[in-house]
C-alpha cells in the first residue's frame, strides 16, 4: 500500500503472476488523521475479481476505495494525486506571498475569499488554512517535503515514459528541493512557502548539459527518483548526480560525477578523461561552492573546497582511483593537475 512508480508495481504484478499469486497495488490517500479514524481514500489496481476480494479488507481502512483499473493504475491515481496537490500548494504559497509583499491584501482575507469562489479546494482549505496561513509546518505527522519530492519524481518518470513533459510539475519538484536544501526537508511540505517568501529570491535557470548523454542520464536519475541511471553507462561503477550554480550565468547546472566516498564526504575529480582543459564545472564549484549532490535516492546540501594539501590530496586521490582506476590513465594523458575537491555537509 505504499506509493511507488508505476513501473515496479507492473513489475511485481508480472513476476507474481508467473508464481500464481494475485497481486494488487493500493495506494492511498488524505491525512494522518483520516488513517487513524479509518477513513481513507484507496486507490487499487489489479484484476476485478482480485479487487472484489480485496474491498472488504480494504473497508476496514477507508471509506473510498476506488478500482482504478489494472495494476499499476492504483499508483498512477494516486502520484497523480500528489503532483496535483503540491502544484496546489505551490500556487496558493505564491498567492499569499504576492498578498503579503504588496500589502494589497491580507492574507487571511484572500484565502477566506478564494474558499467562497471558484478557487475553493480541499488543499486551500486544509493545507492552505491549516499550514500555510499560520506558518506552520511540523515535522511529526505529516507529509515531509523529501516524501513528496520522491512521489514529484515518480509522477515525472511515469510522464517522461509516455513521452511527456511536465513543466508545472518539474518547477514544482524543483522548489521543493529547494525546500529540502533550505533545511526543510524533514518539515511538512507546505514549507516550501517559505522558500518561496524569501525576499529578493529568484528561481534560477536550469540549463541542461550540451552533451546528449549527461543529459539523458541526468533526466533518467533524477526523474526516477534516484532509482535508475545510477552507474557510468555499462561500467556498473555508481555516479552522483552534482546540482551547482554557473559561475558567469548564475544558471543551475546537474553533472553527473563518479562516486568516491570518504566518509560522510565525497570527493569530485576533475578528470574530463585527461582533456587538456578543466571541465567547466570546476570553475563554477570554484566560484560558487555551495552544491547539492543526490546519491541514489538521498539529496543532500554540501558545501565543496577545492584540495590544495598535498598530503590530503594524495589520500583522496588513492580514494579516487581505488572508485575509478582511469583516473590515474587520465592523470597521465594531461599536463594538468587534475583538480581535486571534497564535498562536506553544510551545517
Same mark, same amino acid.
Given at each position: 500500500?505504499?506509493?511507488?512508480?508505476?513501473?515496479?508495481?507492473?513489475?511485481?504484478?508480472?513476476?507474481?503472476?508467473?508464481?500464481?499469486?494475485?497481486?494488487?497495488?493500493?495506494?492511498?490517500? @488524505? =491525512? !494522518?488523521? /483520516?488513517?487513524?479514524?479509518?477513513?481513507?481514500?484507496?486507490? %487499487?489496481?489489479?484484476?476485478? &475479481?482480485?479487487?472484489?476480494?480485496?474491498?472488504?479488507?480494504?473497508?476496514?481502512?477507508?471509506?473510498?476505495?476506488?478500482?482504478?483499473?489494472?495494476?499499476?493504475?492504483?499508483?498512477?491515481?494516486?502520484?497523480?494525486?500528489?503532483?496535483?496537490?503540491?502544484?496546489?500548494?505551490?500556487?496558493?504559497?505564491?498567492?499569499?506571498?504576492?498578498?503579503?509583499?504588496?500589502?494589497?491584501?491580507?492574507?487571511?482575507?484572500?484565502?477566506?475569499?478564494?474558499?467562497?469562489?471558484?478557487?475553493?479546494?480541499?488543499?486551500?482549505?486544509?493545507?492552505?488554512?491549516?499550514?500555510?496561513?499560520?506558518?506552520?509546518?511540523?515535522?511529526?505527522?505529516?507529509?515531509?517535503?523529501?516524501?513528496?519530492?520522491?512521489?514529484?519524481?515518480?509522477?515525472?518518470?511515469?510522464?517522461?515514459?509516455?513521452?511527456?513533459?511536465?513543466?508545472?510539475?518539474?518547477?514544482?519538484?524543483?522548489?521543493?528541493? @529547494? =525546500? !529540502?536544501? /533550505?533545511?526543510?526537508?524533514?518539515?511538512?511540505?507546505?514549507? %516550501?512557502?517559505?522558500?518561496? &517568501?524569501?525576499?529578493?529570491?529568484?528561481?534560477?535557470?536550469?540549463?541542461?548539459?550540451?552533451?546528449?548523454?549527461?543529459?539523458?542520464?541526468?533526466?533518467?536519475?533524477?526523474?526516477?527518483?534516484?532509482?535508475?541511471?545510477?552507474?557510468?553507462?555499462?561500467?556498473?561503477?555508481?555516479?552522483?548526480?552534482?546540482?551547482?550554480?554557473?559561475?558567469?550565468?548564475?544558471?543551475?547546472?546537474?553533472?553527473?560525477?563518479?562516486?568516491?566516498?570518504?566518509?560522510?564526504?565525497?570527493?569530485?575529480?576533475?578528470?574530463?578523461?585527461?582533456?587538456?582543459?578543466?571541465?567547466?564545472?570546476?570553475?563554477?564549484?570554484?566560484?560558487?561552492?555551495?552544491?547539492?549532490?543526490?546519491?541514489?535516492?538521498?539529496?543532500?546540501?554540501?558545501?565543496?573546497?577545492?584540495?590544495?594539501?598535498?598530503?590530503?590530496?594524495?589520500?583522496?586521490?588513492?580514494?579516487?582511483?581505488?572508485?575509478?582506476?582511469?583516473?590515474?590513465?587520465?592523470?597521465?594523458?594531461?599536463?594538468?593537475?587534475?583538480? %581535486?575537491?571534497?564535498?562536506?555537509?553544510?551545517?
Amino acid at each position: 500500500m505504499s506509493t511507488t512508480p508505476v513501473a515496479l508495481a507492473r513489475e511485481l504484478g508480472h513476476a507474481f503472476a508467473g508464481l500464481g499469486v494475485d497481486f494488487a497495488d493500493a495506494p492511498v490517500a @488524505r =491525512t !494522518a488523521q /483520516a488513517a487513524r479514524d479509518g477513513t481513507l481514500s484507496i486507490m %487499487v489496481g489489479a484484476d476485478g &475479481a482480485v479487487f472484489e476480494r480485496l474491498r472488504s479488507y480494504l473497508a476496514c481502512m477507508g471509506t473510498e476505495i476506488t478500482h482504478c483499473g489494472p495494476v499499476g493504475a492504483g499508483q498512477a491515481v494516486k502520484l497523480m494525486n500528489n503532483m496535483v496537490v503540491a502544484q496546489t500548494v505551490v500556487a496558493l504559497a505564491e498567492a499569499m506571498a504576492v498578498a503579503r509583499a504588496s500589502g494589497a491584501v491580507d492574507p487571511r482575507v484572500l484565502f477566506e475569499t478564494l474558499a467562497k469562489g471558484s478557487a475553493d479546494s480541499f488543499v486551500l482549505r486544509n493545507h492552505g488554512m491549516k499550514s500555510l496561513l499560520p506558518d506552520a509546518h511540523p515535522t511529526q505527522g505529516a507529509f515531509p517535503t523529501s516524501y513528496i519530492i520522491k512521489d514529484l519524481s515518480y509522477a515525472l518518470a511515469l510522464a517522461e515514459s509516455a513521452g511527456l513533459t511536465l513543466e508545472q510539475a518539474t518547477t514544482t519538484r524543483r522548489l521543493m528541493e @529547494r =525546500t !529540502a536544501a /533550505a533545511g526543510y526537508r524533514h518539515h511538512y511540505y507546505t514549507a %516550501v512557502s517559505r522558500v518561496i &517568501a524569501r525576499e529578493g529570491e529568484r528561481m534560477p535557470e536550469y540549463i541542461p548539459s550540451p552533451r546528449q548523454w549527461v543529459r539523458e542520464q541526468v533526466e533518467l536519475y533524477e526523474g526516477s527518483g534516484g532509482t535508475q541511471g545510477t552507474t557510468l553507462r555499462d561500467t556498473g561503477l555508481p555516479v552522483i548526480i552534482v546540482t551547482h550554480t554557473g559561475k558567469k550565468t548564475g544558471a543551475i547546472r546537474k553533472t553527473p560525477l563518479m562516486r568516491v566516498k570518504d566518509g560522510a564526504n565525497y570527493v569530485l575529480v576533475g578528470s574530463m578523461g585527461g582533456a587538456p582543459t578543466n571541465p567547466v564545472w570546476v570553475y563554477n564549484l570554484r566560484e560558487r561552492p555551495d552544491v547539492e549532490i543526490r546519491d541514489h535516492t538521498a539529496v543532500q546540501p554540501m558545501r565543496v573546497r577545492e584540495v590544495s594539501d598535498e598530503a590530503e590530496r594524495a589520500r583522496l586521490w588513492k580514494l579516487a582511483v581505488a572508485a575509478f582506476p582511469p583516473y590515474e590513465e587520465y592523470q597521465g594523458k594531461t599536463s594538468r593537475r587534475i583538480p %581535486v575537491f571534497v564535498a562536506e555537509p553544510r551545517a
